[in-house]
């Protein structure tokens, strides 16, 4: 089992729509970070969360520690969201090194 | 914030040859991260550079076949050495940067297709 796990896997929306992915974690973390990725490769940076919630514009990222549990929603999807968003925690004890979910491969039409 | 330049950003090499990625970072950080993407996988930690010292490999990862330079602050190498298809994959380096040293940088990824 791995210790990031996400769902979903894909997930296609039409514009306008609110969206939410889930990442769930294993083990203990220092923090959980959200990544987006374009199909040219890119990675950017979203959310590093260590507790309650966090607002970027239409982006809101949420984390429950007790439960181990993370959701990043979309208010609004727009086609410019298509994207693999990506779940990366902190392991407690690791320093800055990252453990990686599988991601969730979003797509919204227009 | 932290820029992060690769090169190449990609290249088709010959099975058996290697390949040097460099990266370059804007300001200067204490570690550097290389991670590799598989196709269609997630990313994986290949190594931690520390300048003046040894890369840290992960489990499954060997120097020999993936030496790492860390000559300074602001720059690292990583070789893919004596390549095969398997190595087909996007290498991406990466830091930790900012006031709070809490936001995660990375490069804009090098694509290695080995035939």
């Known amino acids: 089992k791995n210790e990031v796990e996400q769902s979903p896997q894909n997930l296609t929306a039409q514009e306008g729509e609110f969206i939410t992915i889930n990442c769930s974690y294993s083990?203990?973390?220092?923090?959980l970070h959200w990544l987006q990725q374009h199909p040219g490769g890119g990675i950017v940076s979203l959310f590093m969360?260590?507790?309650g919630k966090k607002k970027h514009g239409r982006l809101i990222a949420t984390i429950n520690i007790q439960e181990k549990h993370s959701s990043l929603h979309i208010t609004a999807s727009h086609p410019r969201d298509s994207a693999v968003y990506i779940c990366?925690?902190?392991?407690?004890?690791?320093?800055?090194?990252?453990?990686f979910g599988t991601g969730t491969r979003l797509a919204v039409r227009p | 914030s932290a820029v992060i330049s690769q090169k190449p950003s990609r290249d088709i090499c010959q099975r058996g040859t290697s390949l040097t990625i460099q990266c370059q970072v804007d300001s200067q950080v204490t570690m550097m991260f290389w991670y590799r993407q598989q196709p269609g996988q997630s990313l994986t930690l290949i190594a931690t550079?520390?300048?003046?010292?040894?890369?840290?490999?992960e489990s499954g990862f060997v120097i020999d076949k993936f030496p790492i330079s860390r000559p300074n602050l602001t720059f690292s190498t990583l070789t893919v050495s004596n390549m095969s298809p398997e190595d087909s994959s996007i290498y991406l380096c990466?830091?930790?940067?900012?006031?709070?040293?809490?936001?995660?940088?990375f490069g804009p990824g090098t694509r290695l297709l080995v035939l």
């Open positions: 969360l260590s507790s």
């Open positions: 550079a520390n300048q003046g010292s040894e890369a840290t490999y």
């Open positions: 990466s830091v930790v940067a900012g006031a709070g040293q809490e936001t995660q940088y």
């Open positions: 083990v203990g973390i220092s923090a």
């Open positions: 990366a925690v902190r392991r407690r004890g690791s320093g800055d090194k990252l453990t």
